[in-house]
């Protein structure tokens, strides 16, 4: 609208007006009934459905920010409005500036994805903020000048964000999220790019580790090459110089940028300080090429010789499948075939099953970036694919129980999860349906998620589970019993190993029809590794040997005699790593003692054999306690369903009123105000002037205002 003359009730008006017209529904889309509780430092933001995470985050997100405070040398001196959103399906968190500092974190429980995992956490929620939190005090550890102009014109006024690439902004979160003992740099599974990028003398510069690379191993480059640069950093210069460095970078310098203001803080070009680094990070003493040690135990797949990205690897009696990251396609091969072929196509696949007859293959996608998880099931020998109706799903198998079908799932919503059995209906001409609502349902406790799920093949369930994922379950659904194996806490008291992860379980066909489970394991000082555990004995069969068999004096005490777990953990590190270990079956149905697996190089991933009668093995004896895993015991025999628990969380919150936050926003010195003039043409005053951008913290709404003034047309305007 053109303006000459300009009356303050008209500007008034335009700016109620912007005001009362939301653009989108935001962060928060598909809630209601915003809530918001306040604390000292932060305002935090929810709907009704996120309740209990922000519970939990109100009774800590004070000590927190306090904390990273005092880890980076700065002094506490702005509130901040933090969004917990239940609106997407996969756990990430973002700091933003624009139009102001806030906080936005996911509310739902963490994945197990090779080395990208957040299941680095035992508590996932309150860590993730503070990754985030170090993000929001290391960007804003300005002096008061800056300080003074981010209140008139908005927190992006702020030199760090021009001073600080994403090595630093990612490596600082990254290093105080990890130094309590959990986090990314305690995790084996995440490092490992960091050692075989040094194996394969191909460590990236810290140029190429700070922008923003479009090959793989791409946006997971600035966490861990960040975060371990600068651990060595604060390790070998101490806390205060890396203080100094963020207050530096804070401030104008003419000519300077990171490296300049690095050199002047720490007396050392970035490019020495980082050869130094690179020489440091550990790598274990074996050869390059993996088919080199081991008297031929790694062996390369030579049906599948070309480089790739091979994950989450699935096997049967009739071949074995992967997901193909490059083409987004499930690729098969048949046993006894020489060459693989395309099964099916899809966009956000990320785990897929087949069932042990290898007649039945679930998948496992997200539908639009990180929104929506679904799972299909695909018939291989018709080729149809049907979708289970429920979204929120997760890891799918097949699960046979009295000549039924059932796709399983993790059903996943905010920091609830669940078991979830659908019955798939085949008819007379090999169609198939599937049920739009589960037949059973088996609730878990909160804020416990669980991982890659997986049929035993003898009517029972296993899981690894808990924060850190260090934890292997194995669930009855008939009887309704649980048992736990913590390997994590177990091997440490027996042997001492530190910081132990599993990923990607699998169950093995034997002889003696005893329980055998595959499965990939590392720590912080091992690449991933094979692993498998026998879960059949009883504690008369193993003798009670000191060295071998760990019991707690709570198993005492309560009198626990069950059964045993005995791990096998393979003793040597391997190029590429062991990632996805499944069984091979060629001429028979029972496992003969070799895998498939994919072996992760720095830059790509090569389909690989290991032999397990060929490599060296630490076992270890450790007791399967009972877990009270369920928060009602049903069995699956009588046809009921176990549903949430509702959240019966009472907090002290206030309703959530938007119009506070618009205020300051964002200006911006330069307005453009589009007009028609008498002969509808479009005109428009630009440049001269200012904008005045701002949203609500959850997006509720966006709202702007501006004005500029044409000198050549002697007009001003406003919009």
């Known amino acids: 609208q053109l303006l000459r003359l300009c009356p303050i009730k008209c500007v008034l008006v335009l ?16 809630t209601s009934d915003l809530q918001v509780i306040n604390t000292k430092y932060f305002d935090i933001i929810y709907p009704l459905e996120s309740a209990f995470s922000a519970k939990i985050l109100a009774e800590e997100a004070d000590s927190l920010y306090l904390k990273a405070c005092k880890e980076l040398g700065s002094t506490p001196y702005f509130r901040l409005p933090v969004v917990i959103t239940p609106s997407y399906d996969s756990l990430n968190a973002y700091f933003s500036i624009v139009p102001y500092n806030r906080i936005v974190l996911y509310d739902v429980l963490p994945e197990v994805n090779d080395s990208s995992s957040l299941a680095v956490f035992s508590e996932t929620l309150k860590s993730v903020f503070y990754h985030e939190l170090v993000h929001c005090v290391s960007l804003n550890m300005k002096g008061k000048g800056f300080q003074f102009l981010g209140n008139i014109f908005g927190d992006w006024v702020n030199p760090a964000l021009l001073n600080l690439n994403t090595l630093f902004i990612e490596g600082g979160a990254v290093a105080l999220e990890s130094q309590d003992g959990e986090g990314r740099l305690n995790n084996g599974f995440s490092l490992h790019v960091l050692g075989q990028a040094k194996l394969e003398n191909d460590f990236p510069t810290w140029l190429d580790a700070s922008g923003a690379r479009d090959i793989y191993p791409s946006g997971n480059v600035p966490y861990i090459f960040g975060g371990a640069f600068t651990e060595w950093l604060l390790n070998t210069y101490g806390k205060e110089k890396y203080t100094s460095f963020l207050y530096e970078t804070a401030k104008i310098h003419f000519f300077k940028m990171t490296a300049g203001i690095f050199k002047k803080v720490y007396g050392v070009s970035l490019k020495t300080a980082w050869d130094k680094f ?4 550990y790598v274990p003493n074996i050869s390059l090429n993996p088919e080199a040690d081991f008297s031929g135990a790694y062996i390369f797949d030579s049906r599948i010789n070309k480089k790739g990205l091979y994950r989450s690897l699935s096997s049967s009696n009739k071949g074995f499948a992967w997901i193909d990251s490059y083409t987004d396609s499930v690729k098969y091969l048949p046993n006894g075939k020489k060459s693989a072929f395309t099964l099916l196509e899809y966009s ?5 099953s087949l069932d042990k007859e290898g007649n039945w293959l679930v998948a496992s996608r997200t539908k639009n970036g990180i929104v929506e998880n679904q799972v299909f099931v695909y018939n291989i020998e018709t080729g149809e694919k049907v979708f ?23 059903h996943s919503e905010v920091q609830n999860s669940s078991i979830v059995f659908y019955e798939i209906f ?32 003898d009517g029972r369930i296993a899981f690894l589970g808990g924060g850190k994922s260090d934890s292997l379950y194995i669930f009855d659904p008939i009887l309704q019993k649980c048992q736990v194996c913590y390997l994590g806490n177990n091997l440490k008291e027996c042997i001492g190993v530190e910081n132990f992860t599993l990923q990607e379980i699998v169950s093995l066909k034997t002889e003696n029809n005893k ?54 953990l393979s003793k040597e590190d391997v190029s590429g790593g062991v990632y996805s270990p499944v069984p091979v079956y060629q001429d028979s149905s029972l496992w003969n003692g070799e895998f498939h697996y994919s072996a992760h190089f720095f830059d790509h991933d090569r389909m690989m054999f290991v032999d397990s009668k060929k490599i060296e093995f630490e076992e270890q004896f450790i007791p399967l306690e009972n ?19 509702e959240n019966q969380t009472k ?29 509808f043409s479009d005109m428009s005053l630009s440049l001269l002037g200012v904008t005045w951008i701002s949203t609500d913290p959850a997006e509720t709404g966006i709202y702007s205002l501006t004005g500029s003034y044409s000198p050549k047309l002697n007009v001003w305007g406003l919009s």
């Open 426 to 457: 085949i008819d007379e001409e090999k169609k198939f349906t599937i049920a739009s609502k589960p037949a059973y349902k088996f609730s878990l406790p909160q804020a416990f998620p669980i991982y890659s799920l997986i049929d035993t093949g």
């Open 388 to 410: 289970v109706s429920d979204s929120g799903l997760r890891e799918g198998i097949i699960f046979f129980y009295k000549e039924k079908i059932y796709c399983v799932a993790i």
């Open 348 to 352: 956000g696949l990320y785990k897929i």
């Open 278 to 281: 690179k020489q440091d990070v």
């Open 651 to 679: 907090l002290e919150a206030n309703n959530y009123n938007p119009v506070k936050y618009i205020f300051p926003g964002l200006f911006i010195p330069f307005g453009s105000v589009s007009f028609y003039d008498a002969f």
């Open 515 to 568: 329980l055998m489970i595959a499965f990939s394991w590392a720590t912080k000082d091992s690449f991933p590794r094979l692993g498998l555990i026998n879960i059949s004995l009883n504690f008369t069969d193993v003798s009670k040997k000191n060295n071998q068999l760990f019991v707690t004096d709570y198993m005492q005490e309560e009198k626990i005699d069950l059964c045993l777990a005995q791990v096998f």
């Open 627 to 645: 877990f009270v895993l369920l928060k009602e015991q049903k069995s699956l025999e009588n046809n009921s369903s176990l549903e949430l628990l």
């Open 15 to 30: 700016i109620t007006l912007g005001m009362c017209f939301p653009a989108y529904s935001g962060v928060i889309s598909g």
